[in-house]
């Protein structure tokens, strides 16, 4: 099967590649990239892509997909429609589901799953700790045999160090991936908002900065002793930024992460208690929210990730403290991207420039980080491509979503860039009427 994108714009930040490209897919690779109308390839199909760009895939670091065990929540096809629809090609799923993605069977079954759908790949992470208790390791080396692509304790904190040193120790000496989300196990752990004065005003029990900062210290510390390696998860806090700077400097081999919300809000859109807002960690300060945008800016930060987290009715239909924690993500991931890269667009920097600084984040170095294939539609790469037309511009909106998950701080919101076709391994996995 040969397949042929011509007329549109090809913006591939892995390549460094900026312009219009006829781009020529045969049996799910890229095989050529030539200048538009300069070539004489023929194909048996070919799609135009006027208008558009034809942007690598989106690989998503963070995606609660809610199965096994949370079916009412979210289902696995759902979801995996919801990331299609989004443009994601890639995307790494937490071991936090019912029972925990602790065992090799589960990982198999759910990537069995996923395979059968043909729609975007998915990376499962195992749990570091079986049943993310902290006590007793997983079996890590059957678990990447089942294709985990690392270890991660989702959003709970491993509170015994000794088990977390173990963690590392074996993770090192095997060249494994530790996912951790830096938070103390105690300080904050009944917050449900940034502890700042909007949140004392608001009378809401907070999560200090100082939860996450004790925690990426004593990261650290067991990452100089043993050698690991560790991706941190959702950074939210500017001291946090400045500690994950230090510690890049110094040498040690760390990447991180941050959740599209948190480039963009702060604690005061809570508003009126939006029990939509509450998420976790909780969002913070301005200042806070700036130092996010500065270490996006300056490479502190490698990636951006959806952080979804499809809720049903019943969890979010609640006082803000009673929520449940988390929003959904996926379809608004290259959206909200690209806001951000207006937004932050630098006196006379060119419109392709700010699509190619937003892509990166969500594309090449995404899949960098997680040592993933893709974010990259280099010749012989897998043909995983998103089409979006940059000029468009959506409102969010339940009926919008694909995912089971309509809850999210965006509701209402216009956000620019609008998805219109994704292709997995040159294969239409779906495309937006015209």
Wanted: proline share 5%; net charge negative; charged share 20%.
């Amino acid at each position: 099967m040969s397949i042929l994108i011509k007329n549109g714009k090809l913006i591939d930040p892995a390549q460094g590649l900026c312009g219009m490209y006829d781009i020529f897919i045969e049996e799910g690779k890229i095989a050529a990239l030539t200048a538009a109308g300069s070539g004489n390839i023929t194909a048996r199909e070919e799609i135009d892509a006027a208008g558009l760009v034809v942007a690598p895939g989106l690989v998503d670091l963070a995606v609660r997909l809610r199965e096994p065990g949370y079916e009412h929540k979210a289902t696995l096809e759902s979801e995996m429609q919801a990331a299609i629809q989004g443009g994601v090609t890639s995307l790494v799923c937490l071991p936090d589901t019912e029972p925990v993605l602790d065992e090799p069977g589960l990982v198999e079954m759910l990537k069995y799953r996923a395979s059968n759908l043909h729609q975007a790949r998915v990376y499962p992470l195992g749990a570091l700790t079986v049943g993310l208790k902290g006590q007793a390791l997983t079996e890590m080396a059957e678990l990447t045999e089942a294709g985990c692509v690392g270890f991660s304790q989702a959003e709970t904190p491993v509170q015994d160090t000794g088990v977390l040193l173990g963690a590392l120790r074996y993770a090192a000496t095997h060249g494994y991936t530790v996912w951790l989300r830096p938070q103390d196990a105690f300080i904050g752990r009944s917050g449900v908002a940034h502890a700042g004065p909007y949140g004392s005003r608001m009378g809401l029990p907070g999560v200090p900065v100082i939860a996450e900062t004790i925690a990426l210290h004593t990261i650290f510390e067991l990452m100089r002793t043993t050698g690991a390696r560790v991706h941190l998860c959702r950074l939210s806090s500017a001291a946090g930024l400045e500690l994950v700077r230090a510690a890049k400097q110094s040498g040690l081999p760390l990447t991180c992460d941050v959740g599209i919300h948190h480039v963009h809000l702060m604690d005061t859109d809570i508003g009126y208690f939006d029990p939509n807002a509450r998420l976790n960690p909780p969002l913070r300060s301005q200042r806070d929210r700036d130092a996010i945008r500065a270490a996006l800016e300056d490479g502190v930060i490698d990636a951006i990730c959806s952080d979804h987290t499809p809720c049903d009715d019943d969890e979010k239909t609640l006082p803000f403290g009673e929520a449940t924690p988390g929003a959904t993500g996926l379809e608004l991931l290259l959206s909200l991207s690209l806001k951000w890269a207006q937004q932050s667009a630098a006196v006379g920097e060119k419109t392709d420039a700010q699509i190619a600084r937003a892509l990166r984040k969500i594309s090449c170095d995404a899949a960098r980080v997680a040592g993933l294939p893709g974010g990259s539609l280099a010749v012989g790469s897998s043909a995983d491509i998103c089409l979006f037309d940059p000029d468009a511009s959506w409102r969010v909106t339940a009926r919008e979503l694909a995912s089971q998950g309509k809850h999210t701080p965006f509701l209402g919101y216009e956000l620019p860039g609008r998805v219109m076709a994704t292709m997995v391994a040159g294969r239409l996995a779906w495309q937006r009427a015209r």
